[in-house]
C-alpha cells in the first residue's frame, strides 16, 4: 500500500507515538507485509526469528520492538507493540468509509456492463466495460475489474484477511488495507470469497476461470488462463502460475508456489510448492507418476506377506 503522498519518518512515529532511528526526513513511501516491500515502505517484525530478515529485506523503514543496529540506507522504528502500530497506521491511512448507497457515488462503472438488482458496489470501485455483474455480489471498497467480467451470484470481493496474531485475552486482528484485482475476461462463479489484501493486492489475472464456493485468501496471485474447480481453498499469499487447473477440493497451505501448467487433482493437500507441468494428487500431495506406483507396491503387500509364512 503507498500512501497517498510521502511522508517522512518523523512524520510516521508521531503518527503511532513511537521512536525512530535515523534522518527524520527520511522519506517514506508505504507500508507493505514481507513479501511484497520496496524501496521506501515500512515492514513489521516482533519476533526475534525475523529480524534479520526484515532488516535484510527490500523495506526501508523497519518498524521492531528492539532496538538494533541500522543498516545503512535503512530507518528504524521502535514500537513496544509493533502490530498494534501496523494497525494504527492501516487506519490511519485506509480508514473505514461507510456506505450510503448500495452502489457507491465514487464507483467507476464501464460502457456496457450490467449491474444485476441487489449488488454491493463500495467506494471507489472500478469496473471496466461490457461485464456482467449478478444479483447479490458484494464488492467492497477499491476493488478493481477489467472488461469482459462475469461475477455470480453472491460472490463477495475484497473480505478482511483471516490473519490473527494470539495474545492471552484473545485474538487481535490484522486490519486489511489491501485491494482485489480482477484482470479482463475472467468469470468468478456463484458463492465466491476473495479476501483482499493486507496492504498489496489479491490478484486474478486474464482469462482464468473460477467454478461455485471457492475461497481466494489474502495477497495470493492466480496467474492468467487457470482453471480452479468447485471447493478449492487457498490461503494467503499463495502465488499460481499462468495455466494452471486445479480440481475439486484442492487445499493449499499459506505462502506456496504452484508453477506453470501444474494440475492439482481433486482434494490433494498442497503442503509445498509444486513444480511446472506436473501432476499432484493426494494429501500431502506428491507427483501422480510416484503415487502411483507407491499405491502399485502396497498392492503387492499381502503377496509379500503371504510368501513369508
Not at 470481493?157 to 485475552?169: I, Q, S
Amino acid at each position: 500500500m503507498k500512501f497517498p503522498q510521502e511522508h517522512t519518518l518523523q512524520q510516521i512515529a508521531t503518527i503511532i507515538d513511537a521512536q525512530y532511528i535515523g534522518d527524520a526526513n527520511f522519506p517514506v513511501l508505504g507500508m507493505n507485509e514481507i513479501h511484497v516491500v520496496t524501496p521506501g515502505d515500512i515492514v513489521f517484525v516482533d519476533h526475534p526469528k525475523y529480524y534479520d530478515k526484515a532488516l535484510n529485506s527490500a523495506a526501508t523503514v523497519i518498524l521492531i520492538n528492539k532496538k538494533v543496529d541500522c543498516p545503512e540506507g535503512k530507518a528504524l522504528l521502535i514500537s513496544k507493540d509493533p502490530f498494534s502500530d501496523f494497525n494504527k497506521l492501516t487506519q490511519y491511512f485506509k480508514p473505514f468509509q461507510k456506505s450510503e448507497k448500495s452502489i457507491s457515488d465514487s464507483a467507476q462503472i464501464g460502457e456496457g456492463t450490467h449491474i444485476q438488482p441487489n449488488t454491493f458496489i463500495g467506494n471507489n470501485v472500478k469496473i471496466g466495460s461490457n461485464c456482467l455483474i449478478h444479483s447479490n455480489v458484494s464488492i467492497y471498497d477499491n476493488a478493481v475489474i477489467g472488461n469482459n467480467v462475469i461475477i455470480h451470484s453472491g460472490t463477495v470481493l475484497g473480505g478482511d484477511a483471516f490473519y490473527y496474531k494470539t495474545r492471552p485475552e484473545g485474538f487481535d486482528k490484522l486490519r486489511s488495507g489491501g485491494r482485489v484485482v480482477i484482470e479482463d475476461n475472467v468469470e468468478i462463479g456463484a458463492n465466491c470469497t476473495i479476501d483482499k489484501g493486507v496492504t498489496g493486492d489479491t490478484t486474478i489475472k486474464e482469462g482464468t476461470k473460477l467454478d461455485n464456493l471457492i475461497q481466494v485468501g489474502h495477497d495470493t496471485v492466480i496467474g492468467r488462463k487457470c482453471l480452479i474447480a468447485s471447493q478449492v481453498g487457498i490461503a494467503g499469499a499463495v502465488t499460481i502460475e499462468d495455466e494452471v487447473t486445479v480440481w475439486g477440493q484442492v487445499g493449499m497451505r499459506s505462502g506456496i508456489t504452484v508453477e506453470k501448467g501444474g494440475i492439482l487433482m481433486g482434494q490433494a493437500g498442497i503442503t509445498k510448492s509444486t513444480k511446472a507441468n506436473k501432476i499432484y494428487t493426494g494429501n500431502p500431495a506428491m507427483e501422480s507418476r510416484a503415487k502411483l506406483k507407491e499405491l502399485a507396491l502396497l498392492r503387492q503387500l499381502p503377496k509379500l506377506l503371504e510368501k513369508l509364512k
